[in-house]
């Protein structure tokens, strides 16, 4: 059986001298392993599709273990993103995020739409990219049912706050009765940053990647979010996270 649809490639792994499998987050079927036969030499008609990022219609054909990919049509393969290192740190993290939460067969299309006009914005000028970051990981967040809770206690519902606290763990914020006695580890935040957050998941990436931010809210935001993605998804730690904080420091 042979199957088609437009895919952004996530990673790819080495399997031999010559071949690669390929990890796509496609529109009609999630997440795809698939072959690239030749997709490591420079000469093959699928080495120009093998690379991560890509976006294109990949004609797939179904094997026994493995599918194997027997042709792609690129749209737009991101090139510019792979030769600059800022941002490929950044969109290499956006691309394991994507990995570590989409299933095969499951379609994922906000998330899939929200990663290629991110793909855009990091190819074409962006001022502030850990803006973006903080964007894209709240919009994941949401389009995988793990949207914090931030409109009331997460724990008793109450509406009233006089301190603002975060709870990574409950998993959104916590009143000021339901403190200590059921959150053991709340961060207190401030009403700008629940709006910036609430602003976020409702408005698009490309939207929010113009607004302008104080640094200091936004650094201590993206901590937040970073520690509530290492404790909500699946998987803990992304390789893509530390070579994106190691490169900031340089
Ligand atoms: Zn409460």
Same mark, same amino acid.
């Given at each position: 059986?042979?199957?088609?649809?437009?895919?952004?490639? /996530?990673?790819? =792994? &080495?399997?031999?001298?010559?071949?690669?499998?390929?990890?796509? !987050?496609?529109? *009609? %079927?999630?997440?795809?392993?698939?072959?690239?036969?030749?997709?490591?030499?420079?000469?093959?008609?699928?080495?120009?599709?093998?690379?991560?990022?890509?976006?294109?219609?990949?004609?797939?054909?179904?094997?026994?273990?493995?599918?194997?990919?027997?042709?792609?049509?690129?749209?737009?393969?991101?090139?510019?993103?792979?030769?600059?290192?800022?941002?490929?740190?950044?969109?290499?993290?956006?691309?394991?995020?994507?990995?570590?939460?989409?299933?095969?067969?499951?379609?994922?299309?906000?998330?899939?739409?929200?990663?290629?006009?991110?793909?855009? /914005?990091?190819? =074409? &000028?962006?001022?502030?990219?850990?803006?973006?970051?903080?964007? !894209?990981?709240? *919009? %994941?967040?949401?389009?995988?049912?793990?949207?914090?809770?931030?409109?009331?206690?997460?724990?008793?519902?109450?509406?009233?706050?006089?301190?603002?606290?975060?709870?990574?763990?409950?998993?959104?914020?916590?009143?000021?009765?339901?403190?200590?006695?059921?959150?053991?580890?709340?961060?207190?935040?401030?009403?700008?940053?629940?709006?910036?957050?609430?602003?976020?998941?409702?408005?698009?990436?490309?939207?929010?990647?113009?607004?302008?931010?104080?640094?200091?809210?936004?650094?201590?935001?993206?901590?937040?979010?970073?520690?509530?993605?290492?404790?909500?998804?699946?998987? &803990?730690?992304?390789?893509?996270?530390?070579?994106?904080?190691?490169?900031?420091?340089?």
């Amino acid at each position: 059986m042979i199957y088609k649809t437009d895919a952004v490639v /996530l990673r790819k =792994n &080495k399997i031999s001298d010559s071949d690669v499998i390929l990890t796509l !987050f496609s529109r *009609k %079927l999630g997440k795809i392993r698939a072959v690239a036969k030749g997709g490591r030499k420079p000469k093959s008609k699928l080495s120009p599709a093998s690379h991560i990022f890509v976006f294109g219609e990949f004609i797939i054909s179904k094997g026994r273990n493995l599918d194997n990919i027997s042709s792609a049509h690129i749209y737009e393969s991101f090139y510019k993103i792979r030769e600059d290192i800022s941002k490929l740190a950044y969109a290499s993290y956006f691309s394991e995020l994507c990995d570590s939460v989409i299933v095969e067969g499951v379609t994922n299309n906000r998330l899939f739409d929200t990663l290629l006009k991110t793909l855009s /914005l990091i190819t =074409n &000028k962006v001022d502030n990219l850990e803006l973006v970051k903080l964007g !894209f990981q709240l *919009k %994941l967040l949401d389009y995988s049912g793990l949207r914090p809770q931030l409109t009331k206690c997460v724990s008793c519902g109450n509406t009233k706050f006089q301190r603002i606290r975060f709870d990574i763990h409950q998993g959104g914020l916590t009143c000021d009765d339901c403190f200590p006695n059921y959150s053991k580890n709340p961060i207190i935040i401030n009403s700008t940053m629940v709006k910036l957050m609430q602003y976020i998941f409702k408005t698009d990436i490309i939207t929010i990647s113009k607004i302008k931010i104080n640094s200091s809210i936004l650094e201590k935001l993206n901590n937040v979010i970073d520690r509530y993605m290492g404790f909500h998804l699946e998987k &803990k730690t992304f390789k893509s996270l530390e070579f994106l904080n190691t490169i900031k420091k340089i």
